[in-house]
């Protein structure tokens, strides 16, 4: 939708609110108000794209006696989730910072897998030179062992973002929607269609004064399978402009909040070199 | 082996694997085990209820 009037009013963006809705330890939903939707998606693009954490880039197989491949077993180890909060990664530098001329130390953790079979090898299994950067779940199976057969690599895990590959996503889902507008007219004859086609029970009808009532908006998808239905055309779906509701859940590695945090800070740094080529370049 | 994580979204479904399996074998309903596990989105969802253990 194309705003009314395009010139940008003073106060505009400056009186943004946030309202957060439930959080847990890997996700967090709230609610933005008062927002412009470029700089809520530029939010999600960086949480996405550019917060750093930790996973394993390189492995060095010793020995691989199971029926499954190397590169398979690399790229397993690889999706493999590492706990990477501000506490752990502290001390720990992107590659393209560390002034090392391949890898070191201070860009690199290193894991080893060292097991016998019979059996499962899982995510436990991986021990980790820093106490802090481990496995964010112990019952990943990582591969299988018959008798006799044997496994032993020494594994390198390092600092990266998503852009270059999926492993380095702090965010499962992460996505907003705006917020659901849901109008009922006058002109609704009551025929409660619009409750049942509803999938997600945002709509209720009430016996007492005959008329449908609106009880979970922040659940409507906007499908409008409710305006299909409704042969009076008396309810509408439309959203609210300027307001968000916003859902993001990591993959266990990052809590929420600092994803948030880490992602502001990278768009300030944007936001300061274009400050800084502006003032070189006057 | 299952994959670590859930294809469409990410989510490191493989870690509930070993539940997921011990639960059902005991009997209880795979809905509600996988809504007790914190598996809500669909696309999660199918990859423990699709996938067939081969080797």
Known sequence: MVPDDLEVKEEEGSNMEIDVKSKNDNEIIFIIRDADFTFVNAIRRICMMEVPKVAIEDVHIVKNDSAMFDEVLAHRLGLVPLVSDAEATESLLLPEDCDCDDTCPRCTVSLVLKKKGPGVVYSKDLVSEDSKIKPVYDTIPLLKLKEDQEVELEATAQLGIGLDHAKWEPTTACAYKYYPEITIAETCDECQNCVEACPRGVLEFDQKTKEVKVVDVENCSMCKSCVRVCETKAIDIGYQEGNFIFLVETDGSVPPEEVLIKACDVLSKKADSVITFCEGGI | ?55
């Open chain 2, 1 to 55: 082996m299952i994959p670590i994580r859930c294809i469409s979204c990410g989510k490191a479904v493989s870690a509930y694997f070993d539940e997921y399996n011990t639960r059902i074998a005991e009997g209880e309903d795979p809905k509600l085990v996988l809504d007790d596990l914190g598996v809500t989105r669909y696309c999660c969802r199918r990859m423990l209820i699709a996938h067939v253990e081969t080797w």
